[in-house]
């Protein structure tokens, strides 16, 4: 069983680039989420999915768009990519029928240079 | 709404020592609680959690937590820690019913030392 699938592991971008983060479930879970970790500082809520079609914003939304367009993939678009988006970027997903437990990706090292 | 404070942002321990790990939440309503592992470089895991019944809980790797709803604590316990156990410990609570707003701690940087 695959889990939470995340991709790319790692990339560099330059300010003002964008791109696409990719995550892809298998486990069936309505609910997914993107969050950003930074040194000392946790896990930030960027945007969540209660399920296909439907998603909403997190705690640090800007610059971020998000899309839910099945119930497995739940990619996170960086627009014009700044510096203060450097983090590390994991992906999650939850269902209450699997105990409430909330399963992450590996997670994507992204630097804006 | 729900908060989660873990009042320790590292702790250094030496190699078989017991260790606690300190997490204290805040919340009017019932909630389920977790503890989460972070290895360097990797996402975070299931350690254990509290859904209901037994206050205490044991997780993998020989971790377990207490669930003190009066002093509205969930501290991680392990009685002999390994260097392999050096990570981030990241304490976790979600309201019941609300299965998608969960609100994780600063985390906990446990350093094993041999």
């Known amino acids: 069983n695959a889990g939470v699938t995340q991709t790319p592991k790692f990339r560099i971008l330059k300010i003002g680039q964008s791109m696409t983060l990719q995550c892809t479930q298998d486990?069936?879970?309505?609910?997914m989420y993107w969050y950003r970790q930074d040194p000392g500082m946790g896990l930030k809520l960027i945007y969540y999915?209660?399920?296909?079609?439907?998603?909403d914003k997190g705690e640090v939304p800007n610059g971020y768009n998000v899309s839910r367009s099945t119930t497995e993939d739940f990619p996170l678009r960086l627009e014009l990519a700044a510096p203060s988006q450097t983090s590390v970027y994991f992906c999650?997903?939850?269902?209450?029928?699997?105990?409430?437990?909330?399963?992450f990706g590996e997670g994507s090292w992204l630097t804006v240079v | 709404a729900q908060s989660v404070t873990q009042l320790d942002s590292q702790v250094p321990v030496f190699e078989e020592a017991p260790v606690e790990l300190r997490c204290n939440y805040s919340?009017?309503?019932?909630?389920?609680l977790f503890w989460y592992v972070q290895y360097p470089n990797q996402g975070l895991q299931l350690l254990l959690k509290?859904?209901?019944?037994?206050?205490l809980v044991k997780g993998i790797n020989g971790f377990e937590a207490e669930f003190n709803k009066s002093q509205t604590s969930f501290h991680l316990r392990k009685p002999s820690v390994h260097i392999s156990d050096t990570a981030e410990y990241f304490c976790?609570?979600?309201?019941?019913?609300?299965?998608?707003?969960?609100?994780f701690g600063k985390g906990t940087r446990l350093l094993v030392k041999p």
């Open positions: 999650a997903s939850s269902w209450p029928g699997s105990g409430n437990t909330i399963y």
């Open positions: 486990m069936n879970h309505n609910y």
């Open positions: 999915s209660v399920g296909a079609g439907i998603t």
């Open positions: 919340s009017s309503v019932s909630v389920y």
């Open positions: 509290y859904l209901s019944g037994s206050t």
């Open positions: 976790a609570v979600t309201a019941e019913g609300q299965g998608f707003s969960f609100i």
